[in-house]
């Protein structure tokens, strides 16, 4: 039996640019992971946030398209 793997995504909001502009990671996201923080960041701007992990599927679309390099995603087998 294949293990369910668990994913845990983080977006640092200090490298976000913000959804203003950018929203890369939310147009790549075809499951709704992704949202807009309601309040700004330290750059000034409203980062991307994940509003419903467990949609996540683990693709990383939003990963390999972030052009700041401010999200992650650890993927991890559950227990």
Do not use: W, Y
């Not at 309601?38 to 599927?57: D, N, W």
């Amino acid at each position: 039996m294949a293990k369910r793997q668990v994913a845990r995504l983080e977006i640092d909001p200090r490298l976000c640019k913000g959804t203003e502009g950018c929203s890369i990671c939310l147009d790549q996201c075809g499951e709704g992971v992704l949202g807009i923080a309601p309040g700004f960041s330290p750059r000034g701007v409203h980062p991307a946030v994940v509003v419903e992990l467990a949609k996540c599927t683990g693709c990383e679309l939003c990963v390999i398209h972030c052009p700041d390099l401010a999200v992650n995603l650890v993927l991890s087998e559950a227990v």
